[in-house]
Protein backbone atom coordinates (compact mmCIF):
# COMPACT_ATOMS: atom_id res chain seq x y z
CA UNK A 1 0.00 0.00 0.00
CA UNK A 2 1.45 3.25 -0.86
CA UNK A 3 0.45 6.77 0.23
CA UNK A 4 -0.44 9.63 -2.02
CA UNK A 5 0.58 13.09 -0.93
CA UNK A 6 -1.71 15.88 -1.41
CA UNK A 7 0.38 16.99 -4.66
CA UNK A 8 0.17 13.42 -6.00
CA UNK A 9 -3.21 13.31 -5.40
CA UNK A 10 -3.97 16.48 -7.65
CA UNK A 11 -1.88 15.29 -10.50
CA UNK A 12 -3.43 12.06 -10.67
CA UNK A 13 -6.47 14.12 -11.11
CA UNK A 14 -5.41 16.28 -13.26
CA UNK A 15 -4.34 13.90 -15.60
CA UNK A 16 -7.30 11.49 -15.25
CA UNK A 17 -9.33 14.21 -15.89
CA UNK A 18 -11.73 14.01 -12.77
CA UNK A 19 -12.22 12.39 -8.71
CA UNK A 20 -13.34 9.16 -8.97
CA UNK A 21 -15.97 10.90 -6.02
CA UNK A 22 -16.41 15.01 -6.23
CA UNK A 23 -19.00 16.47 -3.72
CA UNK A 24 -19.43 20.35 -3.17
CA UNK A 25 -22.25 21.35 -0.67
CA UNK A 26 -23.56 17.96 -0.29
CA UNK A 27 -26.60 18.03 2.27
CA UNK A 28 -28.98 15.75 3.18
CA UNK A 29 -31.64 16.38 5.71
CA UNK A 30 -34.52 14.59 7.78
CA UNK A 31 -36.12 16.55 9.25
CA UNK A 32 -34.26 18.71 11.66
CA UNK A 33 -31.61 16.19 11.59
CA UNK A 34 -28.58 17.23 9.29
CA UNK A 35 -27.66 13.64 8.13
CA UNK A 36 -24.63 15.10 5.59
CA UNK A 37 -23.66 18.89 5.94
CA UNK A 38 -22.11 20.55 3.35
CA UNK A 39 -19.88 17.68 2.14
CA UNK A 40 -17.03 18.36 0.47
CA UNK A 41 -15.57 15.27 -0.61
CA UNK A 42 -12.52 14.36 -2.88
CA UNK A 43 -11.90 10.43 -4.12
CA UNK A 44 -8.68 9.95 -6.09
CA UNK A 45 -8.78 7.25 -8.64
CA UNK A 46 -7.23 4.33 -8.46
CA UNK A 47 -7.07 4.34 -4.38
CA UNK A 48 -8.72 2.60 -1.45
CA UNK A 49 -10.45 5.32 0.41
CA UNK A 50 -11.53 4.97 3.93
CA UNK A 51 -14.76 7.37 4.30
CA UNK A 52 -14.64 7.05 8.93
CA UNK A 53 -16.96 8.21 11.49
CA UNK A 54 -18.43 7.33 14.41
CA UNK A 55 -21.28 5.23 14.00
CA UNK A 56 -24.61 7.89 13.47
CA UNK A 57 -21.79 10.17 11.96
CA UNK A 58 -24.02 9.94 8.51
CA UNK A 59 -21.54 7.59 6.34
CA UNK A 60 -24.42 5.29 5.29
CA UNK A 61 -26.80 7.97 4.02
CA UNK A 62 -23.90 9.92 2.22
CA UNK A 63 -23.62 6.55 0.10
CA UNK A 64 -27.28 6.75 -0.23
CA UNK A 65 -27.28 10.17 -1.46
CA UNK A 66 -24.15 8.94 -4.02
CA UNK A 67 -26.09 6.18 -5.55
CA UNK A 68 -29.15 7.77 -5.84
CA UNK A 69 -31.25 5.91 -3.22
CA UNK A 70 -32.02 9.08 -2.10
CA UNK A 71 -32.13 12.56 -2.89
CA UNK A 72 -29.73 15.26 -1.29
CA UNK A 73 -31.49 18.56 -0.37
CA UNK A 74 -28.37 20.72 -2.06
CA UNK A 75 -24.90 21.05 -3.39
CA UNK A 76 -23.25 19.08 -6.50
CA UNK A 77 -21.98 15.75 -7.24
CA UNK A 78 -20.21 13.31 -9.47
CA UNK A 79 -18.82 9.99 -9.74
CA UNK A 80 -16.23 9.09 -12.08
CA UNK A 81 -16.24 12.16 -13.75
CA UNK A 82 -20.33 12.11 -14.36
CA UNK A 83 -22.31 14.64 -12.67
CA UNK A 84 -25.25 13.00 -10.67
CA UNK A 85 -28.02 12.33 -10.47
CA UNK A 86 -28.56 14.43 -13.70
CA UNK A 87 -27.08 11.45 -15.99
CA UNK A 88 -27.25 8.61 -12.87
CA UNK A 89 -27.51 5.94 -15.35
CA UNK A 90 -24.08 6.33 -17.26
CA UNK A 91 -22.38 7.30 -14.17
CA UNK A 92 -24.03 3.72 -12.69
CA UNK A 93 -22.95 1.44 -15.38
CA UNK A 94 -19.59 1.93 -14.14
CA UNK A 95 -19.97 1.47 -10.23
CA UNK A 96 -20.59 -1.17 -8.46
CA UNK A 97 -21.95 -0.58 -4.37
CA UNK A 98 -23.24 -2.52 -1.59
CA UNK A 99 -25.25 -0.54 0.69
CA UNK A 100 -26.06 -1.67 4.66
CA UNK A 101 -25.11 -5.93 3.53
CA UNK A 102 -25.36 -7.97 0.68
CA UNK A 103 -28.39 -9.69 0.70
CA UNK A 104 -29.34 -13.10 -1.79
CA UNK A 105 -32.13 -15.57 -2.09
CA UNK A 106 -30.77 -17.80 0.71
CA UNK A 107 -32.24 -20.96 -1.00
CA UNK A 108 -30.36 -20.14 -4.27
CA UNK A 109 -26.69 -20.79 -4.59
CA UNK A 110 -24.41 -18.22 -5.33
CA UNK A 111 -23.86 -19.23 -8.97
CA UNK A 112 -27.48 -18.58 -9.00
CA UNK A 113 -27.71 -15.96 -7.61
CA UNK A 114 -25.05 -13.97 -9.86
CA UNK A 115 -27.51 -15.46 -12.73
CA UNK A 116 -30.01 -13.14 -11.58
CA UNK A 117 -28.45 -10.30 -11.47
CA UNK A 118 -26.47 -10.95 -14.35
CA UNK A 119 -29.62 -10.60 -16.52
CA UNK A 120 -30.45 -7.33 -15.35
CA UNK A 121 -27.37 -5.65 -16.83
CA UNK A 122 -25.62 -6.19 -20.11
CA UNK A 123 -24.79 -8.59 -22.58
CA UNK A 124 -21.84 -8.78 -20.92
CA UNK A 125 -22.62 -9.38 -17.42
CA UNK A 126 -23.15 -13.30 -17.59
CA UNK A 127 -19.83 -14.10 -18.97
CA UNK A 128 -18.05 -12.69 -16.23
CA UNK A 129 -19.80 -14.87 -13.43
CA UNK A 130 -17.21 -17.21 -13.60
CA UNK A 131 -14.22 -14.80 -13.47
CA UNK A 132 -16.24 -13.00 -10.63
CA UNK A 133 -16.61 -15.67 -8.31
CA UNK A 134 -13.11 -17.08 -8.92
CA UNK A 135 -11.74 -13.27 -8.13
CA UNK A 136 -13.29 -13.14 -4.67
CA UNK A 137 -12.21 -16.80 -4.34
CA UNK A 138 -15.60 -18.19 -4.27
CA UNK A 139 -15.24 -20.95 -6.88
CA UNK A 140 -15.25 -23.66 -4.81
CA UNK A 141 -18.55 -22.18 -2.66
CA UNK A 142 -20.24 -21.07 -5.77
CA UNK A 143 -23.39 -24.09 -6.26
CA UNK A 144 -23.82 -24.19 -2.64
CA UNK A 145 -26.93 -22.74 -1.07
CA UNK A 146 -26.13 -19.02 -0.22
CA UNK A 147 -28.47 -20.00 3.57
CA UNK A 148 -25.30 -22.20 4.41
CA UNK A 149 -22.45 -19.30 3.58
CA UNK A 150 -20.98 -17.22 6.21
CA UNK A 151 -20.91 -14.08 6.69
CA UNK A 152 -17.40 -13.30 5.06
CA UNK A 153 -18.77 -15.78 1.97
CA UNK A 154 -21.70 -13.70 1.76
CA UNK A 155 -19.53 -10.45 2.07
CA UNK A 156 -17.22 -11.47 -0.81
CA UNK A 157 -20.16 -12.75 -3.55
CA UNK A 158 -21.59 -9.35 -2.61
CA UNK A 159 -18.27 -7.95 -4.39
CA UNK A 160 -18.38 -10.49 -7.12
CA UNK A 161 -22.16 -9.02 -7.80
CA UNK A 162 -20.39 -5.47 -8.38
CA UNK A 163 -17.56 -7.20 -10.76
CA UNK A 164 -20.25 -8.01 -12.85
CA UNK A 165 -20.75 -4.97 -14.78
CA UNK A 166 -16.35 -4.56 -14.57
CA UNK A 167 -16.52 -1.11 -12.14
CA UNK A 168 -14.01 1.27 -12.02
CA UNK A 169 -15.47 2.50 -8.85
CA UNK A 170 -16.57 0.18 -5.63
CA UNK A 171 -18.24 1.73 -3.13
CA UNK A 172 -18.59 -0.47 -0.48
CA UNK A 173 -19.85 -0.05 3.22
CA UNK A 174 -19.05 -1.34 6.55
CA UNK A 175 -17.45 -4.19 4.26
CA UNK A 176 -15.79 -5.43 7.13
CA UNK A 177 -18.45 -5.95 9.58
CA UNK A 178 -18.89 -8.59 11.22
CA UNK A 179 -16.29 -10.41 10.29
CA UNK A 180 -13.47 -12.88 11.67
CA UNK A 181 -9.91 -12.04 11.67
CA UNK A 182 -9.55 -14.52 8.86
CA UNK A 183 -12.76 -12.97 7.02
CA UNK A 184 -10.94 -9.11 7.62
CA UNK A 185 -7.51 -10.74 6.17
CA UNK A 186 -9.50 -12.06 3.05
CA UNK A 187 -11.67 -8.83 2.44
CA UNK A 188 -8.51 -6.49 3.31
CA UNK A 189 -6.48 -8.41 0.16
CA UNK A 190 -9.35 -8.38 -1.68
CA UNK A 191 -9.80 -4.73 -1.64
CA UNK A 192 -5.91 -4.01 -2.17
CA UNK A 193 -6.16 -6.34 -5.10
CA UNK A 194 -9.05 -4.39 -6.64
CA UNK A 195 -7.21 -1.57 -6.25
CA UNK A 196 -3.68 -2.88 -7.90
CA UNK A 197 -6.00 -3.19 -10.90
CA UNK A 198 -6.75 0.28 -11.28
CA UNK A 199 -9.93 0.56 -9.57
CA UNK A 200 -11.08 2.87 -7.01
CA UNK A 201 -12.15 1.16 -3.95
CA UNK A 202 -14.52 4.08 -1.41
CA UNK A 203 -15.18 2.09 1.93
CA UNK A 204 -17.26 3.19 5.00
CA UNK A 205 -15.92 2.27 8.16
CA UNK A 206 -15.71 2.67 11.59
CA UNK A 207 -13.07 -0.43 12.12
CA UNK A 208 -10.10 1.72 12.17
CA UNK A 209 -7.54 -0.12 12.53
CA UNK A 210 -8.32 -2.13 9.40
CA UNK A 211 -8.76 1.19 7.38
CA UNK A 212 -5.24 1.63 8.17
CA UNK A 213 -4.16 -1.53 6.90
CA UNK A 214 -5.98 -1.19 3.74
CA UNK A 215 -7.01 2.29 2.78
CA UNK A 216 -4.15 5.09 0.82
CA UNK A 217 -6.22 7.81 1.95
CA UNK A 218 -9.36 8.75 4.26
CA UNK A 219 -12.06 11.48 5.33
CA UNK A 220 -13.04 11.69 8.65
CA UNK A 221 -17.00 12.44 9.60
CA UNK A 222 -18.77 13.44 12.04
CA UNK A 223 -22.07 14.90 12.79
CA UNK A 224 -22.39 14.53 8.58
CA UNK A 225 -19.54 16.88 8.11
CA UNK A 226 -16.10 15.77 6.56
CA UNK A 227 -13.64 17.32 9.31
CA UNK A 228 -10.36 15.99 7.64
CA UNK A 229 -9.13 14.04 4.55
CA UNK A 230 -6.16 13.57 2.85
CA UNK A 231 -3.10 10.44 2.55
CA UNK A 232 -3.59 9.21 6.05
CA UNK A 233 0.71 9.29 6.20
CA UNK A 234 -0.21 13.04 5.65
CA UNK A 235 -3.05 13.09 8.13
CA UNK A 236 -1.13 11.28 10.82
CA UNK A 237 2.33 13.22 10.61
CA UNK A 238 0.31 16.74 12.08
CA UNK A 239 -1.12 14.24 14.94
CA UNK A 240 -0.28 14.61 18.70
CA UNK A 241 2.67 12.69 19.58
CA UNK A 242 3.37 10.80 22.14
CA UNK A 243 6.42 9.51 24.06
CA UNK A 244 7.35 6.22 26.42
CA UNK A 245 10.32 7.09 28.79
CA UNK A 246 12.30 3.94 30.60
CA UNK A 247 14.03 5.92 34.08
CA UNK A 248 15.67 4.95 36.95
CA UNK A 249 12.91 8.03 39.17
CA UNK A 250 9.53 8.24 37.18
CA UNK A 251 7.88 10.02 39.84
CA UNK A 252 10.72 13.38 39.91
CA UNK A 253 11.02 13.24 35.74
CA UNK A 254 7.14 14.07 35.84
CA UNK A 255 8.12 16.73 38.50
CA UNK A 256 10.89 17.60 36.58
CA UNK A 257 9.27 17.93 32.97
CA UNK A 258 5.77 19.45 34.58
CA UNK A 259 7.48 22.58 35.38
CA UNK A 260 7.98 22.80 31.19
CA UNK A 261 6.16 23.08 28.38
CA UNK A 262 6.92 19.64 28.12
CA UNK A 263 4.69 18.63 30.73
CA UNK A 264 1.22 19.17 29.34
CA UNK A 265 0.27 15.35 29.92
CA UNK A 266 2.32 12.91 31.47
CA UNK A 267 1.26 9.39 32.57
CA UNK A 268 3.66 7.50 35.01
CA UNK A 269 3.88 3.81 34.50
CA UNK A 270 6.10 1.06 36.11
CA UNK A 271 9.47 1.66 34.48
CA UNK A 272 8.93 4.95 33.45
CA UNK A 273 6.55 8.00 32.11
CA UNK A 274 4.29 8.56 28.60
CA UNK A 275 4.37 11.88 27.56
CA UNK A 276 1.78 13.18 25.38
CA UNK A 277 2.97 16.25 23.24
CA UNK A 278 0.80 18.90 21.60
CA UNK A 279 0.21 18.19 17.63
CA UNK A 280 3.34 19.75 15.75
CA UNK A 281 5.72 18.76 18.68
CA UNK A 282 9.13 17.66 16.62
CA UNK A 283 11.85 15.29 17.35
CA UNK A 284 13.51 18.34 19.17
CA UNK A 285 11.08 17.66 21.58
CA UNK A 286 12.37 14.57 22.12
CA UNK A 287 15.88 15.57 22.72
CA UNK A 288 15.07 18.25 25.14
CA UNK A 289 13.30 15.72 27.40
CA UNK A 290 16.66 13.34 27.46
CA UNK A 291 18.35 16.18 27.82
CA UNK A 292 16.23 17.51 31.44
CA UNK A 293 16.55 14.60 32.75
CA UNK A 294 20.05 13.38 32.39
CA UNK A 295 21.73 16.77 33.60
CA UNK A 296 19.15 16.64 36.53
CA UNK A 297 20.86 12.79 37.46
CA UNK A 298 17.86 10.41 36.21
CA UNK A 299 19.38 7.62 33.79
CA UNK A 300 17.44 7.06 30.53
CA UNK A 301 17.09 3.47 29.82
CA UNK A 302 14.86 3.71 26.70
CA UNK A 303 13.28 6.71 24.53
CA UNK A 304 10.64 5.92 22.13
CA UNK A 305 8.75 7.74 19.72
CA UNK A 306 5.34 5.79 19.57
CA UNK A 307 3.84 5.44 16.08
CA UNK A 308 0.99 7.46 16.30
CA UNK A 309 -1.82 4.87 14.81
CA UNK A 310 -5.07 6.26 12.55
CA UNK A 311 -7.42 5.10 15.97
CA UNK A 312 -5.56 7.35 18.66
CA UNK A 313 -5.59 10.18 15.59
CA UNK A 314 -9.20 9.33 15.18
CA UNK A 315 -10.35 9.92 18.57
CA UNK A 316 -8.34 13.59 18.55
CA UNK A 317 -10.54 15.22 15.83
CA UNK A 318 -14.11 13.44 16.61
CA UNK A 319 -16.15 14.64 19.08
CA UNK A 320 -17.82 11.48 20.58
CA UNK A 321 -19.02 7.81 19.25
CA UNK A 322 -22.18 7.74 19.36
CA UNK A 323 -25.01 5.29 18.67
CA UNK A 324 -25.33 3.08 15.91
CA UNK A 325 -26.46 4.83 12.57
Known amino acids: MSALTIDEMSRSDSVKGSWAVETHGLTKRFGDNVAVNDVELLVPRGCAFGYLGPNGAGKTTLIRVLLGLTHADAGTMSLLGVPVPRHRDRALARVGAIVDEPRFHGHLSGRQNLEILAAAREREARGRIASSLERVGMTQRADDRVSKYSMGMRQRLGVAACLLGDPQLLILDEPMNGLDPAGMHEMRDMILSLVAEGRTVMLSSHLLDEVERTCDAVAIVDNGKVIRQGPIAELLAGAAMEVHVDCSSPERARTILAATTLGEKIDVETTGLSI ?40 QVTSRLGDSE
Not at 288 to 306: K, P, Q
Not at 310 to 315: P, Q, R, T
Open 276 to 315: HLPSGAGRDAIAEINRLLVEDGISVYRLEELQVSLESWFL
